[in-house]
């Protein structure tokens, strides 16, 4: 680099000229069409960014880790073919509910612990380039150690591996930077399990430039009516979007350093049933809103006043006085009727499943 003192007073400067075939054209009709390389056939493509994201206990770390231990140990993901590969999972905390998901997998699939399944022993961060550097040297030691190819690294969850802003596409831009550089390096794909905000029609939490990155994107839900478990697609950048998938927890009792059993679950593939899912509110606002609507409801029965009467509009004003704001009230209360959990006809509003 020129040093600013060192250059002669109104003498332009002349910058180095590029590298020779730094950057290139090719011509389109010389592009090669590649076949699709799945890691997971039709739902994670290799080479890829992918994010799954949730409420708190909806059952995102028990599908990170279950589609994990499948492609460490080349097994279908509940009838999915996979690409076998090494896994290098990065955990956030809780890396003693770690040991028990994984050995209760193994059992609940017959099989033993996969031996090309890393799990990380500290969180990492995202936001710094060092710390990205450092988790890049401990994935190519194991690589070199044993032959495995890395397949697929997950960060489990974004929060707890990246002390950047959620809310800043700067700060998310270097997220997403740093994992490309992992990415790029093997090849392997990505998966960024993360949260929802309050209102989890917006999608995840915090700036849309994480959604922006994503080559494909899943919300996972969990319904109080049935305890399911259900995988989502909200994005597939370069495919057709899969079929919505659907699990439920199972018990499974595993032995612990002493040798006593203790219980931990698995997943079990189930029929998906989207009316099931959609019947539900999601996130605080959508909540409120419920309550308020059932506040109404009971109001208008003391009173001996029809509740096929219950305006929309004065709905949406009471949620926005009890703190919600316009724009949020106008928001879950569009999600309540878009999930179907209440009706709307003219400007009379009622709840659908009551």
């Known amino acids: 680099m020129i040093r600013p003192d060192a250059i002669p007073v109104g003498q332009?400067?002349?910058?180095?000229?590029?590298?020779?075939?730094?950057?290139?054209?090719?011509?389109?009709?010389?592009?090669?069409?590649?076949?699709?390389?799945?890691?997971?056939?039709?739902?994670?493509?290799?080479?890829?960014?992918?994010?799954?994201?949730?409420?708190?206990?909806?059952?995102?770390?028990?599908?990170?880790?279950?589609?994990?231990?499948?492609?460490?140990?080349?097994?279908?993901?509940?009838?999915?073919?996979?690409?076998?590969?090494?896994?290098?999972?990065?955990?956030?905390?809780?890396?003693?509910?770690?040991?028990?998901?994984?050995?209760?997998?193994?059992?609940?699939?017959?099989?033993?612990?996969?031996?090309?399944?890393?799990?990380?022993?500290?969180?990492?961060?995202?936001?710094?380039?060092?710390?990205?550097?450092?988790?890049?040297?401990?994935?190519?030691?194991?690589?070199?150690?044993?032959?495995?190819?890395?397949?697929?690294?997950?960060?489990?969850?974004?929060?707890?591996?990246?002390?950047?802003?959620?809310?800043?596409?700067?700060?998310?831009?270097?997220?997403?930077?740093?994992?490309?550089?992992?990415?790029?390096?093997?090849?392997?794909?990505?998966?960024?399990?993360?949260?929802?905000g309050k209102d989890s029609d917006r999608g995840a939490r915090g700036s849309t430039a994480l959604k922006g990155a994503a080559d494909a994107e899943y919300e996972v839900t969990r319904s109080d009516r049935d305890s399911v478990v259900r995988l989502i697609s909200k994005k597939m950048k370069d495919a057709v979007q899969p079929a919505a998938l659907a699990f439920k927890l199972e018990p499974v009792f595993v032995s612990d350093t002493r040798g006593a059993l203790t219980q931990a679950a698995a997943l079990s593939r189930v029929s998906y049933n989207p009316a099931s899912e959609a019947a539900q509110p999601q996130g605080k606002n959508q909540q409120r809103a419920l309550q308020i609507l059932r506040d109404m409801h009971a109001e208008a029965k003391d009173s001996a006043e029809s509740v096929s009467g219950l305006s929309y509009e004065a709905w949406k004003k009471r949620l926005a006085d009890d703190g919600a704001g316009r724009n949020r009230a106008k928001e879950a209360c569009e999600g309540l009727v878009k999930r179907g959990v209440v009706s709307v006809e003219d400007d009379n509003v009622t709840l659908a499943l009551e």
């Open 12 to 196: 332009p400067v002349r910058t180095p000229a590029p590298a020779k075939d730094s950057f290139r054209f090719v011509r389109a009709n010389e592009l090669l069409v590649n076949a699709v390389h799945w890691l997971i056939h039709g739902y994670l493509e290799c080479d890829t960014v992918a994010v799954m994201y949730g409420q708190p206990a909806t059952g995102k770390s028990f599908l990170a880790l279950d589609l994990s231990c499948c492609i460490a140990a080349g097994l279908p993901f509940h009838g999915h073919p996979v690409t076998q590969g090494a896994v290098f999972y990065i955990v956030g905390e809780g890396h003693g509910g770690v040991a028990r998901r994984v050995n209760a997998w193994a059992q609940h699939s017959q099989t033993e612990v996969p031996r090309s399944l890393f799990i990380s022993e500290t969180a990492a961060d995202f936001f710094d380039s060092r710390s990205t550097e450092s988790v890049a040297d401990a994935v190519e030691s194991i690589a070199s150690a044993t032959g495995s190819h890395p397949a697929l690294i997950v960060v489990d969850t974004m929060a707890r591996n990246f002390r950047g802003e959620e809310n800043s596409a700067t700060d998310v831009s270097w997220l997403v930077h740093n994992l490309d550089e992992l990415r790029r390096r093997w090849r392997a794909a990505v998966l960024i399990v993360h949260h929802t």
